[in-house]
């Protein structure tokens, strides 16, 4: 399985980025994906997820602002990210959960594939 994500940039407080993240190697459709991010000398933490069947969960500060999509006919999850924050400002990535996904899970130990990242700056 590999996963490519892109679209991250430098935006300014209040600005909008949206963020995609191909698939392959497995059938895609069945799977739970989410978006994770780690800051500047932090752990990485969940941003969001969403099940096989398009249910989502998200984290509190983000709730509102982000919203997690998924095409399964490209293969493809992506993250429309609004109204962003200085404090938004990491690395996110992208990941595919090991087994079927029945719902969104907030655990990044469910996800067994992950994306080499990409940079999202927020300037204030």
């Known amino acids: 399985v590999q996963l490519q994500a892109s679209g991250g940039g430098l935006v300014q407080a209040g600005g909008s980025l949206r963020l995609s993240c191909a698939a392959s190697g497995r059938t895609f459709s069945i799977y739970g994906l989410a978006w994770f991010r780690q800051g500047p000398g932090l752990e990485r933490e969940f941003v969001a997820a969403?099940?096989?069947?398009?249910?989502?969960a998200y984290a509190d500060s983000v709730k509102g602002r982000f919203t997690i999509s998924r095409d399964n006919a490209k293969n493809s999850v992506y993250l429309q990210m609004d109204n962003l924050k200085p404090d938004d400002t990491a690395v996110y990535f992208c990941?595919?959960?090991w087994g079927i996904g029945r719902s969104p899970s907030t655990k990044s130990t469910e996800y067994g594939y992950w994306g080499q990242g990409t940079q999202v700056t927020v300037s204030s």
């Open positions: 969403i099940s096989r069947t398009g249910d989502t």
């Open positions: 990941a595919e959960s």
